[in-house]
């Protein structure tokens, strides 16, 4: 486990302190929170090191007081049956006026941006993106996405900056 922290601590660091010379990363205008909570399927990341070999990805959000949300983000490890991993990063909603800009920490001190920079109307995928723009998590409400909603979330992802031959669909096998 402290092995874990200290790479997550390092991952971390690197982000933080790495300034990205592209622009600004435009997050959606506003999010409903209690809409947004609840279970999300991870459908394309760009791997880093803890998620390059995940399956079944599901990331869940529970608002609480004060502007916090719960992360509760499961993975298993190269097949359904693998190695199962579980992340529960501290959140805090940082921009209160679209609530669509927060912060997350996964080792104290250092908070690090998570932004929702696209969200179907009715709720039924999201994108969460990075200032970097070197991760990026792309999420549905089911375990598979609609092949022309995925083509068009990769076409606004390469408008705003991404690198979209890096993103890499995460498998979803559930019986």
Not at 81 to 102: D, F, R
């Amino acid at each position: 486990m402290k092995k874990w922290l200290l790479i997550i601590l390092l991952l971390l660091l690197f982000f933080a302190c790495k300034k990205s010379e592209k622009r600004v990363l435009e997050t959606v205008e506003y999010v409903d929170l209690e809409r947004f909570m609840g279970d999300w399927y991870v459908i394309a990341i760009i791997p880093n090191f803890i998620e390059k070999d995940a399956v079944n990805g599901i990331e869940s959000y529970q608002l609480l007081p004060n502007d916090r949300v719960k992360i509760d983000y499961r993975f298993a490890l190269k097949s359904p049956e693998g190695k199962k991993k579980h992340l529960q990063p501290k959140a805090w909603v940082y921009n209160k006026e679209t609530n669509a800009e927060w912060r997350v920490q996964f080792i104290w001190p250092l908070k690090v941006p998570y932004l929702i920079i696209d969200l179907a109307r009715d709720y039924s995928y999201t994108v969460i993106g990075e200032p970097s723009r070197r991760l990026v998590w792309i999420m549905a409400r089911k375990p598979c996405l609609d092949d022309d909603i995925y083509a068009g979330i990769l076409q606004r992802l390469a408008k705003k900056g991404y690198d979209i031959n890096k993103i890499k669909k995460m498998p979803q096998v559930w019986e």
